[in-house]
């Protein structure tokens, strides 16, 4: 029986059972890197017979591939119980499990969004030489249904990548130096995920207070990334050990001390400045011309908001596509103001109203 949902804190335990006694629609977003499946048969040694230190784990071995997509289903269906009806899931994984998790959550309901290819700066290369260095893994993002209204920052998904739309091909370097955690000079855990990695993802799809769900914990990196942008989270992991360095590792984060630092304005969440407030605040007065950016047309400013230009009158909007002899146009960037010699996007003073607003 659901119990309620904690936040801030590390469970350990088996994850369907852990989630079975949180509360049903209660976790605004879930990031699981479950096991690969990776179906090693022996030890991988480099040329000079030097064993690497990969994932020979017995939570990465299961029978047959029955027997892991019954474990998906089952993980699956208990993250599909406590996800927000717009809630999103990020699942990662490699060509050994990520297809058949695709098929499940298709099958379970889930909306896919995006596939998205992490590419590794300095992968694992292949020893034997005998199939391409694995050079990617594979991150399927997607919402609880297709009606679901999730979240995506896209704001901020752009100012992240200078100011250009974010793609789904992210090349990222994979854990390693100082982030790496190690326990007597080896690797703590054989999956350790690089905090930028868990950092876009986290910034892409939540806002700050939200609560993240990582059923398969591990060290904590989802933990320590959400403390560090203001979001709340749950890791479930079941190995004790793992668990107890996830804690400590959360416990050296300092989250960002001034919460306004945390937000990405969206445009869709801006106050609604109508043209006409602009005329009405006399920074355009009824007679202005204003025009594209090279000049080519030019309209005049009417006293109620609307442009006249030939002998048609309309929005700055309408009046843009006519001009262009487009279906659509974005009056505020389209058209442009003169101010001591120099165009301005009338935009700007848009914007200008919306500071003031706030």
């Given at each position: 029986?659901?119990?309620?949902?904690?936040?801030?804190?590390?469970?350990?335990?088996?994850?369907?059972?852990?989630?079975?006694?949180?509360?049903?629609?209660?976790?605004?977003?879930?990031?699981?890197?479950?096991?690969?499946?990776?179906?090693?048969?022996?030890?991988?040694?480099?040329?000079?017979?030097?064993?690497?230190?990969?994932?020979?784990?017995?939570?990465?071995?299961?029978?047959?591939?029955?027997?892991?997509?019954?474990?998906?289903?089952?993980?699956?269906?208990?993250?599909?119980?406590?996800?927000?009806?717009?809630?999103?899931?990020?699942?990662?994984?490699?060509?050994?499990?990520?297809?058949?998790?695709?098929?499940?959550?298709?099958?379970?309901?889930?909306?896919?969004?995006?596939?998205?290819?992490?590419?590794?700066?300095?992968?694992?290369?292949?020893?034997?030489?005998?199939?391409?260095?694995?050079?990617?893994?594979?991150?399927i993002w997607c919402s609880r249904s297709k009606q679901s209204r999730y979240r995506f920052n896209y704001?901020?998904?752009?100012?992240?990548?200078?100011?250009?739309?974010?793609?789904?091909?992210?090349?990222?370097?994979?854990?390693?130096?100082?982030?790496?955690?190690?326990?007597?000079?080896?690797?703590?855990?054989?999956?350790?995920?690089?905090?930028?990695?868990?950092?876009?993802?986290?910034?892409?799809?939540?806002?700050?207070?939200?609560?993240?769900?990582?059923?398969?914990?591990?060290?904590?990196?989802?933990?320590?990334?959400?403390?560090?942008?203001?979001?709340?989270?749950?890791?479930?992991?079941?190995?004790?050990?793992?668990?107890?360095?996830?804690?400590?590792?959360?416990?050296?984060?300092?989250?960002?001390?001034?919460?306004?630092?945390?937000?990405?304005?969206?445009?869709?969440?801006?106050?609604?400045?109508?043209?006409?407030?602009?005329?009405?605040?006399?920074?355009?007065?009824?007679?202005?011309?204003?025009?594209?950016?090279?000049?080519?047309?030019?309209?005049?400013?009417?006293?109620?908001?609307?442009?006249?230009?030939?002998?048609?009158?309309?929005?700055?909007?309408?009046?843009?596509?006519?001009?262009?002899?487009?279906?659509?146009?974005?009056?505020?960037?389209?058209?442009?103001?003169?101010?001591?010699?120099?165009?301005?996007?009338?935009?700007?003073?848009?914007?200008?109203?919306?500071?003031?607003?706030?």
């Open positions: 029986m659901a119990k309620g949902t904690p936040r801030n804190r590390v469970l350990v335990g088996d994850c369907v059972e852990e989630m079975g006694r949180m509360a049903p629609g209660s976790v605004d977003m879930v990031f699981a890197d479950p096991p690969y499946n990776l179906q090693l048969t022996g030890d991988l040694r480099r040329p000079n017979d030097s064993l690497v230190d990969g994932v020979a784990e017995a939570w990465d071995k299961f029978g047959s591939f029955a027997a892991y997509d019954a474990f998906t289903r089952e993980w699956l269906g208990a993250v599909r119980r406590v996800l927000k009806e717009d809630g999103t899931l990020w699942v990662i994984g490699t060509y050994h499990n990520i297809f058949r998790i695709g098929t499940q959550l298709q099958d379970l309901g889930f909306w896919t969004l995006n596939d998205v290819v992490w590419r590794k700066t300095n992968p694992m290369p292949n020893f034997r030489g005998r199939r391409f260095t694995n050079a990617h893994e594979i991150l704001e901020a998904m752009k100012a992240l990548n200078e100011g250009v739309q974010m793609r789904s091909d992210w090349l990222l370097p994979i854990c390693s130096g100082p982030e790496r955690l190690r326990k007597e000079g080896r690797k703590l855990h054989p999956t350790q995920k690089p905090e930028a990695l868990l950092y876009r993802t986290v910034l892409a799809a939540t806002q700050p207070g939200d609560l993240i769900l990582d059923p398969f914990f591990g060290t904590g990196t989802t933990g320590a990334v959400a403390k560090k942008l203001g979001r709340d989270f749950i890791g479930i992991e079941r190995d004790p050990a793992y668990a107890e360095f996830a804690r400590e590792r959360i416990e050296k984060v300092e989250p960002i001390a001034e919460p306004e630092l945390l937000y990405t304005p969206s445009k869709r969440d801006a106050p609604r400045i109508p043209f006409g407030s602009i005329v009405e605040r006399g920074l355009i007065t009824p007679g202005d011309p204003l025009f594209d950016a090279k000049r080519r047309f030019r309209a005049q400013v009417r006293a109620d908001g609307d442009l006249a230009f030939m002998k048609e009158r309309g929005s700055i909007h309408r009046i843009g596509a006519l001009a262009q002899g487009s279906a659509t146009c974005n009056g505020w960037t389209f058209w442009h103001y003169e101010s001591a010699g120099r165009l301005t996007p009338i935009d700007e003073l848009r914007q200008r109203l919306r500071v003031e607003s706030r």
